[in-house]
C-alpha cells in the first residue's frame, strides 16, 4: 500500500496518544491541514478570520480558499504571539473564527483566547505548525482550540519530507475533514460535498512514525541549547532573548532574539558576521503578512500592526535544531560576543 494505507493509520493513532487528542487525520501539508480544519468549522464565503500578520503565509491563505476574509490583529511584544486584546477589537458579526499561531514553538494565550471565542461564539483554529510538544498548563499543543493543525515539513520539530495532521477532540470536525481530504466522499464513489486530494501516502506516513517515536528527544535537545544560547547571551545590551511564558513548555522550533537600536550594529551586519564565522541564521518573518502585496490587495498598510512591523525588523533566529553540539552552540554565543565587543 503506498498511498493513504495502514501506515497513515498508525501515524494517526500514534498522534493521538502523544497529543492526548481523540483524533488525528493526517494529510498532504499543514496548509492543507488549516484548510480542512477551517472548511469543518464550518468558514464559508465572507467569513471574517482573524489571525496574525507575522506567521507564514500558509496560516491566512487557507481562508481566501474558502472565500473568507482575512482580518488580521497585531501580535504582543513579549511572545510575537497575536494579540488577544486586539483580536477583541476586531471582532464584527461577520467573525467566525480565530486563528492563533503557536509561533516559534510556543503556546498562545489561551485562556484569555477562548473566553474571548466563547463570549462571541468564535470557533479557533489553533495554528500549531511549529509546535508539536509544545505545553502549556501540561497540556499539549493541539488541545487549545476547536481544532488544530500540525505540519510535518523537513524543517519542522519532527517531519515527513511534507505532511500535516488536523488534530481534534470533535469526532464530526474529524469526520469533515476525512471526507475534505479525499474528494469528499462520504463512502466509496458518493460525493456529498467539494473535497480535495489531501491523502498523505503511506511512504511519508513511515517516515511520520518514526519521527515521532524520537519527538521528545527532539524537541529536548532544542530546548536544552536554547537554554545555552540564553546563558550564553544574556546581558548584551540591546539583545532580547527569548521569552518564555508562564506556565509553558516552549519546544523552539526558533530560537528568535531581537535586537532593538541599542544592540551594536544593525541585524544584517550581526547576520554577514555570523555568516563569515559559518554560522547560519534567519529572519522569520522579515515583513509581516499584510505589506506583502497579495494581502495589501484587501486594504492593509504600513502603519497597521506596530508591533508585528518592529518585529520583523528586529528579530533573528539562531541555530538551536536537535544536531547541534554543545561545542557548536558555544561557537554562536563566541561569535557574538566578540562581535559587541
Ligand atoms: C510550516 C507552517 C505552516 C504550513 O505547513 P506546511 O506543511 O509547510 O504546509 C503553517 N503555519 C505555520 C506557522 C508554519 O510554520
Redesign the pocket.
Known amino acids: 500500500m503506498l498511498a493513504q494505507g495502514p501506515k497513515v493509520k498508525e501515524l494517526e493513532e500514534a498522534f493521538c496518544q502523544f497529543c492526548g487528542v481523540k483524533y488525528a487525520v493526517a494529510l498532504t ?4 491541514a ?1 484548510h480542512a480544519g477551517l472548511s469543518a468549522l464550518g468558514i464559508r464565503e465572507e467569513d471574517e478570520v482573524i489571525t496574525s500578520p507575522f ?2 503565509v ?2 491566512a491563505n487557507p481562508i481566501l480558499m474558502l472565500g473568507g476574509k482575512v482580518v488580521f490583529a497585531d501580535i504582543a511584544e513579549g511572545d510575537y504571539n497575536i494579540d488577544p486584546q486586539k483580536v477583541k477589537e476586531k471582532i464584527t458579526n461577520k467573525t467566525k473564527a480565530i486563528i492563533p ?1 503557536d ?1 516559534y514553538g510556543q503556546i498562545f494565550n489561551y485562556q484569555i483566547m477562548n473566553a474571548l471565542a466563547k463570549e462571541h461564539n468564535l470557533k479557533i483554529l489553533e ?1 500549531a ?2 509546535s508539536i510538544g509544545a505545553e502549556q498548563n501540561g497540556l499539549k499543543a493541539g488541545n487549545f482550540g476547536d481544532a488544530a ?1 500540525f ?3 523537513a524543517t ?1 520539530n519532527i517531519m515527513s519530507g ?3 495532521i488536523l488534530a481534534t477532540n470533535d469526532e464530526e470536525v474529524a469526520e469533515n475533514c476525512r471526507r475534505f481530504r479525499h474528494h469528499g466522499q462520504s463512502a466509496q464513489y458518493e460525493y456529498v460535498e467539494l473535497g480535495y486530494n489531501y491523502r498523505m501516502t503511506d511512504l511519508c506516513a513511515a517516515i511520520g512514525v518514526e519521527q515521532l517515536k524520537k519527538v521528545d528527544i527532539f524537541n529536548g535537545r532544542r530546548i536544552k541549547n536554547a537554554g545555552l544560547l540564553s546563558a550564553g547571551l544574556s546581558g548584551i545590551k540591546g539583545l532580547v532573548l527569548p521569552k518564555i511564558n508562564q506556565n509553558n513548555k516552549h519546544v523552539f522550533h526558533q530560537y528568535t532574539i531581537r535586537l532593538t537600536d541599542e544592540f551594536k550594529g544593525s541585524r544584517e551586519e550581526l547576520m554577514a558576521y555570523l555568516k563569515s564565522k559559518d554560522i547560519g541564521s534567519g529572519v522569520y518573518y522579515p515583513k509581516p503578512l499584510h505589506l506583502h502585496p497579495h494581502f495589501m490587495k484587501l486594504g492593509y498598510k504600513a502603519g497597521d500592526f506596530p508591533i508585528a512591523e518592529k518585529s520583523s525588523k528586529q528579530v533573528l533566529s539562531l541555530p538551536v535544531h536537535a544536531s547541534l553540539s554543545e561545542s557548536e552552540i558555544n561557537q554562536i554565543i563566541q561569535a557574538i560576543q566578540a562581535y559587541v565587543k
Open positions: 501539508s499543514g496548509t492543507a488549516i506567521t507564514f500558509a496560516t499561531v509561533l495554528d505548525c511549529q493543525a505540519s510535518l515539513y519542522k511534507e505532511g500535516g
